[in-house]
T-cell receptor, first 114, second 111 residues
Framework: NAGVTQTPKFQVLKTGQSMTLQCAQDMNHEYMSWYRQDPGMGLRLIHYSVGAGITDQGEVPNGYNVSRSTTEDFPLRLLSAAPSQTSVYFC?????????????FGPGTRLTVL | SQQGEEDPQALSIQEGENATMNCSYKTSINNLQWYRQNSGRGLVHLILIRSNEREKHSGRLRVTLDTSKKSSSLLITASRAADTASYFCATTTNSGYALNFGKGTSLLVTP
């Protein structure tokens, strides 16, 4: 199993550009989520999904859009990039709906917005 | 809002010593988890302790949970240089699926 994969690893955008960060998992996990990690801030939840066709907002959803058309994929869209969105983005997945199941994280996407 | 708060922010020890990190949180939890993040990498799950458990072991890791004080500690015994990483606590409440992370403790283990 590849686990949780993310592409690209690095990305530089100009203010106002849009892009999609890709996330895929091959563990048939129902729960997937996106976090951003900023220096000194830990990880903050952007959006999450408990299954195909179901998404919800996390702590910092503004400026981001998600959809979940398949169990495997959970892309994160930046609608109009801003310098404040410069961060490292992590996708995670968890099997089932039990709170006791561990989350698996992807390797991250480092995004810089100029 | 972030639930957990790790202490200390940074810790430097020598190989063979024990490392202790603490985590405090604000609201009632379902479980508390500890993750490790090596520089530039994703997070790796270390251990989960349920709200009705007080202590849990996994290899060189020992986690305690005191729900009356809303705090947890992670002890790494006989530290190795390979333990150098950032360590995060994360909590789950009964009302949501999300993990709420603290800001992390940066551990440096020198040979």
């Amino acid at each position: 199993n590849a686990g949780v994969t993310q592409t690209p690893k690095f990305q530089v955008l100009k203010t106002g550009q849009s892009m999609t960060l890709q996330c895929a998992q091959d563990m048939n996990h129902e729960y997937m989520s996106w976090y951003r990690q900023d220096p000194g801030m830990g990880l903050r939840l952007i959006h999450y999904s408990v299954g195909a066709g179901i998404t919800d907002q996390g702590e910092v959803p503004n400026g981001y859009n998600v959809s979940r058309s398949t169990t495997e994929d959970f892309p994160l869209r930046l609608l109009s990039a801003a310098p404040s969105q410069t961060s490292v983005y992590f996708c995670a997945s968890r099997g089932g709906t039990s709170f006791y199941n561990e989350q698996f994280f992807g390797p991250g996407t480092r995004l810089t917005v100029l | 809002s972030q639930q957990g708060e790790e202490d200390p922010q940074a810790l430097s020890i020598q190989e063979g010593e024990n490392a202790t990190m603490n985590c405090s949180y604000k609201t009632s939890i379902n479980n508390l988890q500890w993750y490790r993040q090596n520089s530039g990498r994703g997070l790796v799950h270390l251990i989960l302790i349920r709200s009705n458990e007080r202590e849990k072991h996994s290899g060189r890791l020992r986690v305690t949970l005191d729900t009356s004080k809303k705090s947890s500690s992670l002890l790494i015994t006989a530290s190795r240089a390979a333990d150098t990483a950032s360590y995060f606590c994360a909590t789950t409440t009964n009302s949501g699926y999300a993990l709420n992370f603290g800001k992390g403790t940066s551990l440096l283990v020198t040979p």
